[in-house]
């Protein structure tokens, strides 16, 4: 379920071909879904290049047009670390108190939806069923089975959403019975996705790219009757690392192929691309990488990025800083201007980045269970988030919730404007400097002048009252 010698594999490819190409680094994955909203596609342009709705104010005012918006930002969810322990998530599905914890952290965080995935290691079949699939995938993992039923009423009895990862090896009519978990009292609009399989470029079998094409084929014309949509893995990259001796792209390519031979690829709009970034891949640059081998099959499909995580690993925990949670905003700010990206998953709960959890004798789940940065406060039992999570929890919230008007990158500052669901206008400016900012900007015609802090996020209204802030001195 971590970041393991697999996954850095697809990392160093798809890094090694951004650099080589003088675009820096970035990587290639899978993962969840949006909580508002259940369209898996839409008509929204397939270009980053936004209309300006800022202006100098010394200039002629803004014309209305520049002032429309030009897409809707993803939606923010989290990945799901459940196989590993301490298994506090599978417990929060079983115990009500700590499912409402749960929910109330996720709440906290800006947490729409979250990503489950089998991973090749869990089968609702059972124990023996599971066990036997964990050994044909040679995973290690040691947790306690459970009724997929806990996570499927656990997901109905709040309100979140989902991405449900199953393992196309065990067939489209297991695939379909886990499905249904999700049938009847409007519990299926809570399901995003079906993810076909994690990363399964990487397996150990090693997956052909025609026999795994099948596989998804099966699971695909099986379950389109039940009215799911669907999330396929990606990959790209040009070394040969993987099980299978194909490069990233090779196998991209012929998987797409031979699916689109049973699936009418170029006219569904029920099927995402599913995307896994890390470290530099955690950029715009890495969408067009994928925009290039899929859209000659799939012009019309749009990314669930199920998981991302500006570092390959946390060791040292530096997501515990508020220097790796002003990185994380600026990264993440590229990303939520891609008009393709539906909804991005952070890695991971309750490991990495936005929000940990702290049990009675102060163990929190953090690369080694305990470190100095960690102050008394931080280790109260229960639910914590990092700077980063408080990052997440203003652009989920309010920095990035509607419709992008526009977006504008100054050396380490971020400033953008969006449109909120009750069409309020949402300013908002990241700082990274330790000196504080004025901006001097025109919104639909109306100078403003904005300051702000060092090393801080700050939301405005169109007139340029503060809204709300969050500040990361270091």
Known sequence: MQTNHKTLISVVLLSAMLAASGSGGTRAGNRPAPANSNSAVDNRPATSDLKPAFTDPRSAPDKAETFAPSHRAPVLGADLVWADGPHILVEAWQ?????DALYDALQMGGVRSLRMSFHGLYSHRGEAASAKIKAENKMTNEY?????????????????????????EEGADVAADAVR???GNDRQAKLVA?????????????????EYAARAADVIERLTPMGVKFALPLTVGDSRNTPTKLSDTEWNTRMMRALSSRIDLKNREDIYGVLHLYAGGVRAKSVEFFNRIVRPFAPKMRYLVTEFNIRLNLEG??????????????????LMNVPDIEALYVHAIPYHSIMYWTNRKQKSTVIGGRDPKLKKEDLTQGWH????????????????????????????????????????????LLNEKDQPVTKRLNIAGKNLQLRVPPQSLVCFDANGSELEKVLLPF
């Open 385 to 428: 988030l990092t700077p980063a999570g408080k990052v997440y929890a203003l652009y989920s919230k309010l920095a990035w919730n509607g419709e992008v008007i526009s977006y504008k990158e100054d050396g380490k500052q971020r400033y953008w404007a969006v449109k909120s669901p009750s069409g309020r206008v949402v300013v908002s």
């Open 95 to 99: 115990n009500k108190a700590m499912g």
């Open 317 to 334: 925990n530096p997501h515990l800083t508020n220097q790796y949670g002003l990185e994380f905003a600026r990264k993440l700010a590229e």
């Open 144 to 168: 306690p089975w459970f009724p997929f039923a806990d996570f499927s009423n656990y997901i109905a009895a709040y309100d979140i959403t989902t991405v449900v990862g199953i393992n196309v």
């Open 181 to 183: 978990t999700f049938t």
């Open 194 to 210: 079906v993810e076909l399989s994690n990363e399964p470029w990487l397996n150990h079998r090693p997956w052909q790219p025609e």
